[in-house]
T-cell receptor
Framework: ETGVTQSPTHLIKTRGQQVTLRCSSQ?????VSWYQQALGQGPQFIFQ???????GRGNFPPRFSGLQFPNYSSELNVNALELDDSALYLC??????????????FGQGTRLTVV | AQTVTQSQPEMSVQEAETVTLSCTYD???????LFWYKQPPSRQMILVIR??????QNATENRFSVNFQKAAKSFSLKISDSQLGDTAMYFC????????????FGKGTRLHILP
């Protein structure tokens, strides 16, 4: 079985630009969650996608948006980048249902730097 | 709102010793999961151990065990016979079973295992 893969691993963007981060879920997992981890902090939940629809959202503005595709892979889009968006973005996949979300597997993250 | 607090920002221990990481949480819910995740320099979040709130017995995974005190809302991690590879950030985390969406993380404890 393949693990969770994220791309790119590192990215530098200019304030005001837009960025798209990608995540391929683990085989057999139908749910993808995205987290933002600022330096020295724990990850913060952005949103979750299940069956191509948003299924729960954290306290993030609408310029953070996402997609899930039929193969369960996912994208995180951030518009109008701000300096505070600089962080490690983590993707986690899990099989939904019956507490199976506790089997979440994380990717290695995308380090985004906004200058 | 659920919160997770880790009061030890950083700890150091000699190899082969036992170390305990502290965690407290706050929730009004009754059905939830608690986790300890390890994040080494590779950045990938790895599940160390999981505890279902409805189970009184403390979870154990090889050298890792927890002390779950539900009434006190305390969830500490004990690492026995610590190894150099245990050096990492450790995050305590909470998930409400009903929604299976977001995992709420603490700010983490940086653990150094010294040779």
């Amino acid at each position: 079985e393949t693990g969770v893969t994220q791309s790119p691993t590192h990215l530098i963007k200019t304030r005001g630009q837009q960025v798209t981060l990608r995540c391929s879920s683990q085989s057999g997992h139908n749910t993808v969650s995205w987290y933002q981890q600022a330096l020295g902090q724990g990850p913060q939940f952005i949103f979750q996608y299940y069956r191509e629809e948003e299924n729960g959202r954290g306290n993030f503005p609408p310029r953070f948006s996402g997609l899930q595709f039929p193969n369960y892979s996912s994208e995180l889009n951030v518009n109008a980048l701000e300096l505070d968006d600089s962080a490690l973005y983590l993707c986690a996949s899990s099989p939904k249902g019956q507490g199976a979300a506790t089997e979440a597997f994380f990717g290695q993250g995308t380090r985004l730097t906004v200058v | 709102a659920q919160t997770v607090t880790q009061s030890q920002p950083e700890m150091s221990v000699q190899e082969a010793e036992t170390v305990t990481l502290s965690c407290t949480y706050d929730t009004s819910e009754n059905n939830y999961y608690l986790f300890w995740y390890k994040q080494p320099p590779s950045r990938q979040m790895i599940l160390v151990i999981r505890q279902e709130a409805y189970k009184q017995q403390n979870a154990t995974e090889n050298r890792f065990s927890v002390n779950f005190q539900k009434a006190a809302k305390s969830f500490s991690l004990k690492i026995s016979d610590s190894q150099l590879g245990d050096t990492a950030m450790y995050f305590c985390a909470f998930m409400w079973l009903k929604t299976e969406d977001k995992i709420i993380f603490g700010k983490g404890t940086r653990l150094h295992i010294l040779p």
